[in-house]
Structures are given as C-alpha cells and as structure tokens.
C-alpha cells in the first residue's frame, strides 16, 4: 500500500534561518505529491504540489521537488518568519487507484520564534 | 472555505450515544471523504464517498458508517461512541474541476465522554 514518511517534529527555529522537512514516499503507481499547511485551529490548506517526477511546486517562499530516485519530496524554506508556524503534512494521492485519496505523513509542526 | 462546511464545529456527547457529523458543499465535487486527525498520527482516513449512494471505507473505518444522498452533503455517523472516536474530524472535497485538488472543511471537534 502507500504510506509517507515524513521527518518527526517539532522543529523549532529561529526567524531568517533555512527550513527543510524531509518527507518520502512509498507508492505502487505514480502518485501525485502535496505539502499542506495546518495554523492554529484551522483546516489544512495545500501548500503546493507536483504531479510528476522532477516538477516543483513552489509558493510563498516554499519548495519541493518530486524526485522518483529518491522517492522524496522535501519541504525547504530559505528564510522562514514567525508566520510560518504551523504543522505542515506531506502527502500522496495515487489516482490509478481510482479514489483520489491522500495518504498523510503524520505531521512535523514548526516554531519559528523571533 | 465557503464551499465546504461542517457542522457542529464542536459537540461532547457521552459514550454509547449515536452521533452524526455533516459535511456540506456548494462545489459540485464528485468526491467526498472523512479523515480524523489525532496527535502521532496525523490524517486518516475512515470512509470516501465517489458519488450519490457510493461510499467505500478507508484505513479507520470501525465504529462508522457515512450516507451520501445527495452530491452535496456526506454524512459521518458513530454508531456507539467511545472515547476513542474523541478527535477532530475533518472533511475533504475534490473532483475534475479542481484538478482533483482537495479542499477540506475548518474541522470537528468531538469529545466523547
């Protein structure tokens, strides 16, 4: 089956320094790949995605890179803000197995203090 | 997100009783599904729905049924509650017209006691 594993929290830094939450996968198709941000008492908004092998999804400052070698799609950051505190989930949809449904990493909750 | 809502937003009840938790959405999605969130565990899903009367059960499904009768709500029922269904539930829509991103609901805060 599919699973995601994701880097354990939390993770805490300090505001201007480098983020990288490492996430990998285990998929029996070609999945597609998602970060999702949780804030505070809130619902999960995505991030950013890739579809294929070698795209990259990008917003608000945020990275990652699909990479079928390495079955791996990290989360990194150049310079994270104390806005960035939230819980950020990796996770897979594999739409050969006809749901559409993600499977979720367990969740790496960043601190970023001033 | 206007186009998806849960109702309650929290609700205790005690353990043994039934409780339903409704998702509601305005986008027409062909897909609906529950995920519960816990601490250590992050997302899992208990039941999806790929359209009116097709439900198909997911990684946590014992304890719950769903019901979709109409394309735009999908309900979550716990038969018995125990304190292990204590968490936050969590809808999701996506479809074609999204490019089958999801979009979730703001969540349900269910404490069984």
């Known amino acids: 089956g599919n699973s995601v594993t994701q880097m354990e929290g939390p993770v805490t830094l300090s505001e201007e320094a480098f983020l990288t939450i490492n996430c990998t996968y285990t998929?029996?198709?070609?999945?597609?790949l998602f970060w999702y941000v949780q804030y505070p008492g809130e619902g999960l908004q995505l991030l950013l995605k890739a579809t294929k092998a070698d795209d990259k999804g990008s917003n608000k400052g945020f990275e990652a890179t699909y990479r079928k070698e390495t079955t791996s799609f990290h989360l990194e950051k150049g310079s994270v803000q104390v806005s960035d505190s939230a819980v950020y989930f990796c996770a897979l949809s594999d739409a050969g197995a006809g749901s559409y449904q993600l499977t979720f990493g367990k969740g790496t909750k960043l601190s970023v203090i001033p | 997100d206007a186009g998806i809502t849960q109702s309650p937003r929290h609700k205790v009840t005690e353990t043994g009783t039934p409780v339903t938790l409704r998702c509601h959405q305005t986008?027409?999605?062909?897909?609906m599904y529950w995920y519960r969130q816990d601490p250590g565990h992050g997302l899992r899903l208990i039941h999806y729905?790929?359209?009116?009367?097709?439900?198909d059960k997911g990684e946590v499904s014992d304890g719950y049924s769903v019901s979709r009768s109409k394309t735009e709500d999908f309900l979550l029922t716990l038969e018995s509650a125990t304190s292990s269904q204590t968490s936050v539930y969590f809808c999701a829509i996506t479809g074609r017209q999204t490019n089958y991103g999801y979009t979730f609901g703001s969540g349900t805060r269910l404490t069984v006691v």
């Open positions: 986008e027409n999605h062909r897909y």
């Open positions: 729905s790929y359209g009116v009367k097709d439900t």
């Open positions: 998929a029996t198709g070609y999945p597609s």
